[in-house]
């Protein structure tokens, strides 16, 4: 029965310290380059939460908490990119 229960709280302790993890950085933000493709950069941060495509632009958005990131790619390479509350 304590075995179980243990197993259990070891299961969502492992889950939570997965879920606090995130590329979402600052020190990965600074590696995005202007150019840069669109695959790396989901390499380096992740997949985007929410992309847009207008007019030959995409422009994406990853969030993970306060932070956040907006990277706008033409030709599927970075044009512009800003962020917000990164550590």
């Known amino acids: 029965m304590?075995?179980?229960k243990i197993s259990v709280l070891?299961?969502?302790?492992?889950?939570l310290a997965l879920s606090a993890c995130s590329k979402l950085t600052l020190q990965n933000y600074?590696?995005?380059t202007v150019g840069?493709?669109?695959d790396?950069?989901?390499?380096?941060?992740?997949?985007p939460d929410k992309c847009d495509d207008v007019v030959g632009v995409r422009s994406c958005d990853w969030h993970h908490g306060k932070a956040?990131?907006?990277?706008?790619?033409?030709?599927?390479?970075?044009?512009?990119y800003s962020s917000s509350n990164l550590e």
């Open 10 to 15: 070891l299961g969502v302790a492992a889950l």
């Open 2 to 4: 304590y075995s179980k």
């Open 30 to 32: 600074d590696k995005i």
């Open 68 to 80: 956040s990131v907006h990277v706008n790619f033409v030709g599927d390479q970075v044009l512009i």
């Open 36 to 38: 840069m493709p669109y």
């Open 40 to 47: 790396s950069v989901v390499k380096l941060i992740g997949k």
